[in-house]
């Protein structure tokens, strides 16, 4: 049986916005609450956040935070990935940061690409499968304008996000890049909806209120 789970980063402390990246306002809702809602149909949905806003139901999610807080991006996937419940073999993990304001977009693209197909010439690197066993990505993430890939824009295999996690150890401090390194990823063209909101200049290009 499978079953696909979220996980939102929230913790960073929102320096270059110079104020909560989580609660900032588009079309009526918070970025985070808008990422929420773009994840109602999983299984269980993952924020890592020191708070929530106030339009964030708090019955909707699991909300923890990495140890210690405000160690990196990466220490906050490890918090996330364990406060899933216990590994089954077909695990999804969608991975998204909170400051997406076209997160409803994002999530659509992703969960039209089964990662049950061939690899593509432009994946990052060959997976190792049993012989005999037909070719899966470990996971699928958007590319934005620049081709970089988008590694909190992205839906990975459980097992495959695990295993990057075990072979980095302490995760403080670590970077995304490091992590996915050596992931079997395909990657997909999306820089119209890629785009995250880090300084005011952001926010104002994205339409945010106030």
């Known amino acids: 049986m499978q079953r696909r789970f979220a996980i939102i980063l929230g913790g960073g402390r929102s ?7 989580r609660a900032l306002v588009l079309g009526g809702r918070s970025l985070l609450a808008l990422a929420v809602d773009a994840c109602a149909a999983r299984n269980r949905i993952v924020v890592v956040t020191p708070d929530l806003p106030t339009d964030v139901d708090p019955n909707r999610v699991v909300r923890v935070l990495e140890d210690p807080p405000f160690g990196g991006p990466v220490a906050g996937i490890a918090a996330g990935v364990a406060a899933l ?4 073999p077909q695990d999804e993990v969608l991975l998204l940061a909170c400051d997406l304001p076209r997160v409803a977009d ?52 459980r097992a495959a996000l695990e295993s990057r996690l075990a072979a980095v150890g302490d995760p403080r401090a670590q970077s995304v890049r490091r992590l996915m ?11 119209g909806i890629t785009a995250d909101v880090d300084t005011p200049g952001d926010a104002a290009a994205a339409g945010i209120d106030g």
């Open 15 to 21: 320096a270059r916005m110079g104020r909560d990246k």
């Open 181 to 191: 390194t050596g992931l079997d990823l395909l990657r997909v063209p999306a820089s």
């Open 85 to 88: 419940p216990p590994a089954q």
């Open 106 to 157: 994002i999530v659509a693209v992703l969960d039209g690409l089964p990662l049950v197909e061939p690899v593509a010439a432009t994946t990052l690197a060959p997976p190792v499968e049993p012989a005999g066993a037909e070719a899966r990505p470990d996971g699928v993430c958007l590319l934005d304008a620049e081709d970089y890939p988008q590694y909190l824009a992205a839906r990975y295999r």
